[in-house]
Structure formats: structure tokens, C-alpha cells
């Protein structure tokens, strides 16, 4: 049972966040800790990306030029990459990715809760819910292109 | 069948259809005039529509175009691939790209800032390309990529409704909290399959999927992953939430095009990994398709429908309708027949042009009076007679009246679920087009039978929408009379499509 847990620890810690990171997103009122739910949620997944490339006893995926020999060595070092056991490189190259993507999300996330402050004045979505629905019982329902620009 | 195109623009297209779009799209955000964005936007769409139809031409009778990116040949590069299941949804696409782009030279004078056109043209360019891009690629990780790439323009699209009306602002940030949730459950999906093929190759993967059969669980959890996902980003009932505010707070041209296309491609997406992908004479996958897709796509049908009846906001109707549509094609897909997938599949592509017209007239009916609610549509018959014709066309096609494309689709449909042996599916399409009438003939009705409004004991001025809005909507709504009277174009490229999702592979 032990080994067990032991031997998937990785993916017992990528479930914990990404659990975490999914109830932050739905239970916060605050849009900024939404946020940070969602940032927490999409970083589990790369945790879970880099897991998979995991090879046991894997070195890390970088050809190694000997050191003996005189020359560049490159034809030597393809020889030897053979022998060696290298991890997965193609799920971090993947994360790379998926990080850049994270980071645009967040970023737009960002400006708009800026852009919501300024207009609302609140960050609560509770808050925000409260005046949309007086805004739409109220009927006025251009009023709004006044305090939107 | 070749296309029409000579020489290595024919070669090139799958690859130029993307790549151009994102190029310009850079470009336009530092042209200094927005005049100078808006041509440029134009014209790409434009060149990219002619690539589209050439596409579309080259894959017809069963063709299939690999483009190896960057010459690594697949399974270990990324590979472009064309067939029957994806040309005519990059057509649907591209061609809803230059209508409203044509359509954004007017809209954009009242609801977007001068300073932000430019941007606003980046923007639009960028998350065009993005949904190309996801149509268009053949490798699972690069889906997700350009998944991203469109919704994060499409966040900053929605979020410039807000000169117009404030409430887009909370609307976008709830599409981008459930969007990338959505991305990030398909990416999850698309790890799982990693995991158990090791390649990322859509066909590789399909072959390796083949030999495991039903006993990978790890293919069922991505599978279910990649479902809930994709669910997300087509609005599939009960993960909707987003989209109503989403359509109803973002620039008109920007709600057009959503419309007609975000969820389209998604639902696209949705037919390339169940039927292509995976097998669907699976057991877990024949069980989703019957008691997950078709009946979340009845209870859609039902709900939304009535969820728009009882809506005051004109384009809170139009939105809810879009779920129920959705519905309409997810029935079709939860058949898992190829009569069924083709009726889904036709009803995608008039569905798409149908819906881009009635959110492009609702959009001249702000511009030129303001008016958003159903109430305000009293007389709008008389008041812009042309704009009111369009609509109602569209209107009546979404009801499913003879003669106009959604009756083709509609009626494909019933057929299909009669054929299956589903009359529950019948009575349900069938008391859902009544649900239809109600809500779209509110509309028609205070447009045509009701009076025009009087200011100062005389009636409204007759203004029509301005020139370019009304080519863009004029077009769609002759295309669903055409494909109405005439429907042996769209339905033999969804028999292709059909073909292809059931044919054993890609």
C-alpha cells in the first residue's frame, strides 16, 4: 500500500491541485483568487505533462559530448547518445507551450479584472451579480455605454 | 478532384490558411489608421476563403491532403490535414470571416473607440486564424494550441463590447475562466493519450488506439477528459453558462461571428476525436454517444428553447436558441449513424449561416435605432423593410419552414431518428421547432403586424442598415434560401463528412 503511494506520488499531487485549483475557481467570490484557482489548475496539469516524461533512471534529454576525445566529437557523442537512457523530452517541450498559454490567459484575466474595478468598482462577484440584476429589472439597458468607456 | 488554384498556392493552402491570417493579424495591430486594418483584414479573409473553397474542391470524393510542417514527416512533425470532415468547415469559417469583417467597417463606427479598431481587426484576424487552426491541424497538442490562441482573442473581443454595454466585461472574464477550464480538461485528455500511444499524431494515434481496443482505461479517462472539454467550448447543455452573456454583450460583428463559427469548430473537434480518433464501435463510446450526447442534447433542445422564450433581450433569444441548436446537432451525433452525423453535420454548416444572419440583422437593428429588446421590434417591418426581410428569412429557416435550409437539416434529422428507431427524438425535435415558432414569431410579429412607433405624432424615419451590413446579411440569407431549394451541395459534403468519421480511420 505504502509503495504504492509512494511510486505515484507525482500523480497524487497533481490530483490535490488540481482539485484545489477547480474549487478555488468555483467557490472564491473574488475574481482575482478565481484566477489564482485557474493558475493553480493549469499548473497541475504541467506537473502532470512533466510526470509522464519521467523515464526511470532517465538522465536529462542532452547529448553528451565526451570529454577525452579531441575534435568536436559530435559523431562519437550520436554513438554514444544511443547507449544512454534519456528521460521524455517531448512533453516539456509541450509544457513550454502550455506555460506561454497559461501566462496569456492569466494576463488577459488580469487586465480584465482591472477594466471590471474600474467600471464597477468592485471585484466581488457577488457584487457584480447585484448591480447587473438591478441594471437589467431597472430596464435601462444602454445606460451603460456612458460608464463603459 | 483538383482544386482551382495552380501551382504551390494549391500545395501550400492547408498551411497558408492559418499562417497568413496570424501574420496580418500582427501587422494590423500597429497600422496607424484603422481604415488601413480593416483593408488588410479584408483582404486576408478574403485570400483565405478562395483557399478554403480550393480546399474544399481538392478533397472532394474522398481526398485526403497531408502537409508535413517544416518537412518533418509525420507521425513525428506536425502534421496539416484536409479531408471531407474539415474543408467545408474551413469554408464555413473563412467565408463568415469576410462577412463580418465587411460588416465590422460599419459596426465598429458605434461601438468600438478609434484608437482600439486597429486591435479590434488584430484581434479578430488572430482568433480567425486560431479556428482555422484547429480545423485544419492533425496533430492533438497543436489543437490545444490554437484552441488557445482563439479563445484568448475571442476573451479580448467580447471584452470590447464594453464601450456599449458594461456587462461584457464580467461576460468575458466568465467565458475565460470556463474557456480555459475547458482547454486545460482537453489538454488533461490529450496527456492521457500520450500517456497510452506515445505520439500525438491524430492517425498514429487512431492506429494505436485500434489495437488496444477496450480494455485501456487510460483511453477512457482522456477520452471522458477530451468530451467534457470540448463540451465546454461547443456549449453542450448544461455547460453553457458562458455563452448567452458572451453572445449578447460582445460587438455585433464579434457575436456574428461567434456564433456562426467558435462553437462550430468545436463541435468539429468533437467529431474528429470520437469518430476519427477513437473507435466509436466501442462499448464506453457507443454508451456516451447514446445516454451522454443525445439526451444532454434533448434536454438542451428543450430547455434552452423555453429558456429563450421567456427572454426580454433580443439577443439573449438568439443565444439560447444557439444552445438549443447545438442540441439538434449533438442528437445527430449521439445517433452514431451515418444518417444521423450527416444530419448533424449539414445542420453545423445552416445552422452556422442562419444564426451569422440573424445576429448580423440584430446587430443593424442597434446600430441604426439602439434597440436590443423584443419589445422594441414593433414596426420594424416598415422602418428598415430590407434589414426586417433578412431577418425573417433567417427566422424562418431556424423554425425549419420548407424551402429554406434548416428544413433540409431538420427534416434529415427526423429522418435519421425515425430510421434509428428513436421517436422520442422525433416528438422532441419536432415540439422544439413549435418552441421555435413562439420565440421567433414574438419577433415577427411586433416587426410585421404591429405599428411603427411615433415620435412627435409622426412615425419613425425609414432608415435602412448601411450598405456593407446588408450585402454580408443579404448574402447568408440567400444562402439559406439557396441551400434550401437547392440542398444537394451542403448535403453531399456532410455525406463526405459522414464517410470519413465512419469510413474506419482518417
Known amino acids: ?49 512533466i510526470t509522464m516524461g519521467k523515464v526511470s533512471g532517465g538522465k536529462p534529454p542532452i547529448i553528451e559530448k565526451s570529454y577525452d576525445s579531441h575534435g568536436d566529437g559530435y559523431g562519437e557523442a550520436a554513438g554514444k547518445a544511443a547507449e544512454v537512457l534519456y528521460s521524455n523530452p517531448l512533453p516539456h517541450v509541450l509544457i513550454l507551450t502550455a506555460i506561454v498559454v497559461g501566462v496569456a490567459t492569466l494576463a488577459v484575466g488580469l487586465a480584465l479584472v482591472v477594466r471590471i474595478r474600474e467600471v464597477y468598482g468592485t471585484i466581488e462577484e457577488e457584487e457584480i451579480d447585484r448591480i447587473n440584476y438591478g441594471f437589467n429589472i431597472d430596464g435601462v439597458d444602454e445606460a451603460a455605454s456612458g460608464d463603459g468607456s | 478532384m483538383s482544386g482551382f488554384l495552380t501551382g504551390w498556392l494549391s500545395v501550400e493552402a492547408p498551411v497558408l490558411i ?35 473553397f480550393d480546399l474544399v474542391m481538392q478533397t472532394r470524393g474522398e481526398q485526403v491532403l497531408s502537409y508535413a510542417l517544416g518537412g518533418w514527416d509525420p507521425p513525428f512533425g506536425i502534421e496539416y490535414r484536409i479531408d471531407g470532415l474539415n474543408a467545408p468547415v474551413l469554408l464555413l469559417i473563412s467565408v463568415i470571416g469576410v462577412i463580418c469583417t465587411l460588416y465590422a467597417l460599419s459596426s465598429t463606427e458605434a461601438e468600438i473607440e ?67 477550464i475547458g482547454a486545460t480538461f482537453f489538454v488533461i485528455g490529450v496527456g492521457f493519450l500520450y500517456m497510452e500511444t506515445g505520439t500525438l499524431n491524430m492517425v498514429d494515434m487512431a492506429d494505436k488506439l485500434a489495437v488496444m481496443g477496450d480494455v485501456s482505461r487510460v483511453s477512457q479517462v482522456a ?40 462553437t462550430k469548430a468545436a463541435l468539429y473537434l468533437l467529431f474528429r476525436f470520437v469518430f476519427t480518433v477513437f473507435d466509436p464501435s466501442l462499448e464506453f463510446i457507443g454508451a456516451t454517444l447514446t445516454w451522454l450526447l443525445a439526451v444532454l442534447g434533448v434536454i438542451g433542445m428543450f430547455v434552452a428553447s423555453f429558456q429563450a422564450i421567456f427572454q426580454s433581450d433580443a439577443r439573449r433569444v438568439l443565444a439560447f436558441s444557439s444552445v438549443a441548436q447545438v442540441g439538434y446537432m449533438l442528437l445527430g451525433v449521439g445517433m452514431g449513424t451515418a444518417l444521423g452525423l450527416s444530419a448533424g453535420y449539414v445542420h453545423l454548416i445552416n445552422h452556422g449561416i442562419i444564426k451569422g444572419a440573424l445576429f448580423l440583422a440584430l446587430g443593424a437593428f442597434w446600430y441604426r435605432y439602439g434597440i436590443v429588446r423584443v419589445s422594441d421590434f414593433k414596426g420594424l417591418g416598415k422602418i428598415m423593410p430590407w434589414t426586417m426581410s433578412a431577418f425573417t428569412i433567417a427566422a424562418l429557416a431556424l423554425i425549419g419552414v420548407p424551402g429554406t435550409a434548416g428544413f433540409v437539416s431538420k427534416f434529415q434529422l427526423l429522418t435519421a431518428a425515425a430510421d434509428n428507431g428513436w421517436w422520442w427524438a422525433v416528438g422532441a425535435i419536432v415540439v422544439t421547432s413549435i418552441l421555435a415558432v413562439i420565440y421567433m414569431g414574438r419577433m415577427l410579429e411586433a416587426a410585421w403586424l404591429q405599428p411603427a412607433p411615433e415620435v412627435n405624432g ?31 451541395w451542403p448535403v453531399e459534403l456532410a455525406n463526405g463528412a459522414a464517410q470519413v468519421m465512419l469510413g474506419g480511420g482518417l
Not at chain 1, 505504502?2 to 474549487?23: P, R
Open chain 1, 1 to 49: 500500500m505504502l509503495s504504492e503511494i509512494l511510486s505515484h506520488f507525482n500523480y497524487i499531487v497533481v490530483i490535490f491541485l488540481m482539485m484545489t485549483g477547480l474549487y478555488v475557481v468555483f467557490a472564491a467570490d473574488n475574481l482575482i483568487k478565481k484566477l489564482v484557482g485557474l493558475s493553480v489548475f493549469q499548473t497541475s496539469v504541467f506537473l502532470l505533462y
Open chain 2, 18 to 52: 492559418v499562417v497568413l491570417p496570424l501574420i496580418i493579424g500582427a501587422i494590423c495591430a500597429v497600422m496607424p489608421k484603422d481604415k488601413i486594418a480593416w483593408l488588410l483584414a479584408f483582404i486576408t479573409t478574403l485570400i483565405c476563403s478562395a483557399l478554403a
Open chain 2, 114 to 180: 478609434p484608437k482600439k479598431r486597429a486591435p479590434f481587426y488584430a484581434a479578430f484576424l488572430i482568433g480567425f486564424a486560431g479556428l482555422l487552426g484547429m480545423v485544419t491541424t492533425g496533430d492533438a497538442f497543436n489543437v490545444f494550441v490554437f484552441l488557445e490562441i482563439s479563445s484568448i482573442a475571442t476573451y479580448v473581443l467580447v471584452a470590447m463590447g464594453a464601450s456599449r454595454d458594461r456587462r461584457a466585461l464580467n461576460s468575458a472574464f466568465n467565458y475565460l475562466i470556463l474557456g480555459s
Open chain 2, 223 to 262: 477520452f471522458a477528459f477530451i468530451v467534457v472539454g470540448l463540451g465546454l467550448k461547443l456549449a453542450m447543455f448544461s455547460l453553457h453558462l458562458w455563452l448567452p452573456g458572451a453572445y449578447a454583450y460582445s460587438p455585433t460583428a464579434i457575436t456574428a461571428f461567434l456564433a456562426a463559427t467558435a
Open chain 2, 458 to 488: 409622426k412615425p419613425v424615419q425609414k432608415r435602412e442598415a448601411p450598405l456593407p451590413m446588408l450585402v454580408g446579411l443579404w448574402t447568408l440569407a440567400i444562402a439559406a434560401i439557396v441551400f434550401g431549394i437547392v440542398p444537394s
